[in-house]
């Protein structure tokens, strides 16, 4: 998933401490919400660091039924298909369901990488994944279904 919508406009003092802006603050909410429908609840969220990410998701958490374990990485801010690689490749077999948050262009490029399908990530858009992999080092190497697509301003 990529972040909410982000404030532009906020006087933060870098990117990184961007917060979202309204369109934002209503946006996550929809997408976990939506989520906790289809029945996709995360076992653990590995998102990026920034404030935006941050804030995108403890808005799309009070939607959820439960607390989710969460992970918030330096690697993501930047990163890409690569850094979501290396840092799943490791998760144990008790992550079934597992959200990674972050930013474009790199989550656009991941999706490419994980599924062989292009999707345009634009704010608050969610693409759902599955593999019939065994362990997570696997499903990494594997092939992706892309199962589903969703975007706040359908929802």
């Not at 003092?13 to 946006?27: C, E, I, S, V, Y």
């Not at 790199?106 to 992999?133: C, K």
């Amino acid at each position: 998933m990529r972040h909410a919508k982000s404030s532009w406009t906020s006087g933060a003092a870098t990117d990184h401490q961007r917060p979202l802006n309204k369109r934002g603050r209503r946006a996550a909410p929809l997408i976990g919400a939506r989520l906790r429908e289809l029945g996709w609840i995360p076992d653990l969220v590995i998102a990026s660091d920034s404030v935006r990410t941050r804030e995108t998701w403890q808005r799309m958490q009070a939607e959820l039924p439960r607390p989710i374990e969460e992970r918030f990485s330096s690697t993501f801010y930047h990163g890409g298909a690569a850094a979501i690689t290396s840092t799943c490749s490791t998760l144990t077999e008790d992550t079934s369901t597992l959200l990674v948050l972050g930013h474009n262009p790199g989550w656009e490029d991941a999706v490419a990488d994980l599924s062989g399908q292009w999707v345009r990530m634009t704010t608050a858009n969610a693409a759902l994944l599955e593999s019939d992999a065994e362990n997570w080092a696997e499903a990494m190497e594997a092939n992706w279904t892309l199962v589903n697509f969703l975007r706040p301003k359908e929802l």
